[in-house]
């Protein structure tokens, strides 16, 4: 069984930095790529970031402020927010392109973690 948990998720200000963190665990063989997505009230599900080995990509809205990294030891993606905006406001969700030991390859999805950007 994998599972992606987040964490680092809370209530800033405007303008303050606050990082995220997903771990993904089991019996994982390989992980492709990961992911940062997010979901405001009442909106889609949308793309914040992902990276694929040494290609990250980033939404348009958060280019410049948010920067996604790995640590393929501890099988983790992180999202550095700087600069954030009260639009920011979502539950942030991670997700992974994993192949999992017995399993077919597959995108595993975290539970998600809240963030709110106070004016």
């Known amino acids: 069984q994998v599972q992606l948990v987040e964490s680092g998720g809370g209530l800033v200000q405007t303008g303050e930095p606050l990082r995220l963190s997903c771990a993904a665990s089991?019996?994982?063989?390989?992980?492709?790529?990961m992911g940062w997505y997010r979901q405001a009230p009442g909106e889609q599900r949308e793309l914040v970031a992902s990276i694929i080995p040494g290609s990250p990509n980033y939404a348009d809205a958060v280019k410049g402020r948010f920067t996604i990294s790995r640590d393929y030891a501890k099988n983790t993606v992180y999202l550095q927010m700087n600069a954030v905006k009260p639009e920011d406001t979502a539950v942030y969700y991670c997700?992974?392109?994993?192949?999992?030991?017995?399993?077919?390859?597959?995108?595993?999805w975290g539970q998600g973690t809240q963030v709110t950007v106070s004016s």
């Open positions: 997700n992974a392109d994993i192949w999992a030991l017995g399993v077919p390859r597959n995108v595993y």
């Open positions: 089991g019996r994982i063989v390989s992980i492709y790529g």
